[in-house]
DNA sequence: TACACGTGGAC
DNA sequence: TGTCCAAGTGT
């Protein structure tokens, strides 16, 4: 064993983080467990993860279950298309593998949603295959070990970065030892505040002797992102409210939303821009009514201010008998109370609270 | 290669 | 308030 790998192995055996999908934890759990990582830290995920597995103990339930009820559990997480591959990849792995979970690298990758790094870390996790998976952290703490000056992201950097996680991969515990990896970097060798000071391998690491720790690893520098307005509609029919589905593969897809779109500069006020939104989208007349809050959001790479009004379909209007042809399908009719019920984003589900809190409101 | 894809926390 | 960043994948 080189002498890093050992410092770091018997670090990770005295501080190793007590995770709920570490330790006896089964194949699924660790298969649930690395989607709802993807891109997202383990202070997040935990109160999500506990609820999926309380709703979906094991793979076969997960593969029966409703799609919006997956989603209804993700909600909240974000990349909603994870919960979607995930619930995919469960119904493969019982059409295509017999109901097991492959415990390889290669079959693992044939899974939707399951790219290299999550793929070698369900195999090595999992299964004990000794095959390095290289995640953000990972990515950080060798850039730093080895003082790899390049960009991330740029090919020559990460093929670097591959080449040193699998030369350097404890083979005899290679589950562990990529956790172990991951732990450092989550914990000690921070993005911003590395915590060098209470490091196993400061001794080790070149960008620590050359005083670069603070500057690796390199990244490249981020487009602006634009900031656009939306307009959107409460539409209301006595009680009920209209929400609509989206469209899977776009922002948000599978989760419903309140109908509406991006004010254009053409529109001449928010309220004929909600007109003309709801008119491509729904192909029905409405009048637009008070305003029903701003709400300020963003997303990855864009920025938001949505302002929604309440709104009532004009006089011998009808979803039914629409104008043209619109461009969206699924729609629903929905009491205030029912509206937790389906899957929303950030901004919808507010929006869909001071619905439900308007009207229980105007009960009184 | 570059971009789309969510949300929350840290500073 | 704004910016960065997080156990990446698909196109």
Known sequence: MGQFQKRLIDWYDKNARVLPWRSSASPYQVLVSEFMLQQTQVDTVLPYYERFLEAFPNLEGLAAADEQEVLKLWEGLGYYRRALNLHRSAR???????????????DLL????????TAAAIASIAF????AAVDGNIRRVYA???AVEGALGEKDTETKLQSLAADSLLRERPGDYNQALMDLGATVCLPRKPMCDSCPLFEVCLAFQKGLVAALPRRKPKPKVPHLTIVAAVLQDGEKVLIAQRAKGDLLGGMWEFPGGKLEKSDA????GLKREIMEELGVLIDVGEPFGVYKHAYTHYKITLHAFLARLKAGESLDKPHGEPETEVLAWVLPGDL??????????????KVIAHNSINAQ
Do not use: H, Q, T, W
């Not at 937790?340 to 609270?353: C, F, Q, S, T």
């Open 340 to 353: 937790i019920n389906y899957p929303m984003g950030k901004v919808d589900r507010l929006i869909a609270e």
């Open 110 to 117: 044939k899974l939707p949603g399951v790219g290299p790094y």
């Open 92 to 106: 493969k792995v019982v059409e295509c593998f017999d109901g097991k979970l492959p415990s390889n690298r290669d």
């Open 128 to 131: 004990g295959e000794a095959v």
């Open 144 to 146: 730093r070990l080895f």
């Open 269 to 272: 006020s928010m309220e004929a």
